[in-house]
T-cell receptor, first 114, second 114 residues
Framework: AQSVTQLGSHVSVSEGALVLLRCNYS??????LFWYVQYPNQGLQLLLK??????LVKGINGFEAEFKKSETSFHLTKPSAHMSDAAEYFC????????????FGKGTKLSVKP | EADIYQTPRYLVIGTGKKITLECSQT?????MYWYQQDPGMELHLIHY???????EKGDLSSESTVSRIRTEHFPLTLESARPSHTSQYLC?????????????FGPGTRLTVL
């Protein structure tokens, strides 16, 4: 069965610093992987996704993630944090198949200090 | 514009009241979902539907019920609201027939039961 582990429920960085949010997954089949962002009192918005092909995936707002099969990881990065990046970030893996659902991690809250 | 809508966005109600949370999407998606999310916490899948007249229970047991009479509409009902139902409820939909299961989320309904 698939599962997702997000290391660190809360990450704090200074404005302009590197953002690194960690996600590890387990999957018995080639995974489809997602990062979503949630701003306060809003729904989830897709940041980026990995399906097949290039392992470095670029998303919106300057974020990117790299799929590393050998490490079963899909960490999210951004070279320079902005105050507007403060939000909750969720990593998810697809159960696969048209009947499957998404399995979400518990989320990482990103704080950005001025 | 294709989108997914939830109403109301905020609801404060007394114990024992019957409530219905509305979710509609104009994207033509067959599969729809309801998640429950406590503030700053992970998402829990409570209901999903593969299409008209299909409803399934999710991973988290819920006293709520859902119906799917029309493709675009997936309302959630609580027959008798209790303070333990206080939470944020997120509706989502996904592209039919694809293994990737990428989900699109509505803005959420924040429910407070007094």
């Amino acid at each position: 069965a698939q599962s997702v582990t997000q290391l660190g429920s809360h990450v704090s960085v200074s404005e302009g610093a590197l953002v690194l949010l960690r996600c590890n997954y387990s999957s018995s089949v080639p995974p489809y992987l997602f990062w979503y962002v949630q701003y306060p009192n809003q729904g989830l918005q897709l940041l980026l996704k990995y399906t097949t092909g290039a392992t470095l995936v670029k998303g919106i707002n300057g974020f990117e993630a790299e799929f590393k099969k050998s490490e079963t990881s899909f960490h999210l990065t951004k070279p320079s944090a902005h105050m507007s990046d403060a939000a909750e970030y969720f990593c998810a893996v697809s159960q696969g198949g048209s009947q499957g659902n998404l399995i979400f991690g518990k989320g990482t809250k990103l704080s950005v200090k001025p | 514009e294709a989108d997914i809508y939830q109403t109301p966005r905020y609801l404060v109600i007394g114990t024992g009241k019957k409530i219905t949370l509305e979710c509609s999407q104009t994207m033509g998606h067959d599969k729809m979902y309801w998640y429950q999310q406590d503030p700053g916490m992970e998402l829990h899948l409570i209901h999903y539907s593969y299409g008209v007249n299909s409803t399934e229970k999710g991973d988290l047991s819920s006293e709520s019920t859902v119906s799917r009479i029309r493709t675009e509409h997936f309302p959630l009902t609580l027959e008798s609201a209790r303070p333990s139902h206080t939470s944020q409820y997120l509706c989502a939909s996904s592209v039919p027939g694809l293994a990737i299961n990428e989900q699109f989320f509505g803005p959420g309904t924040r429910l407070t039961v007094l």
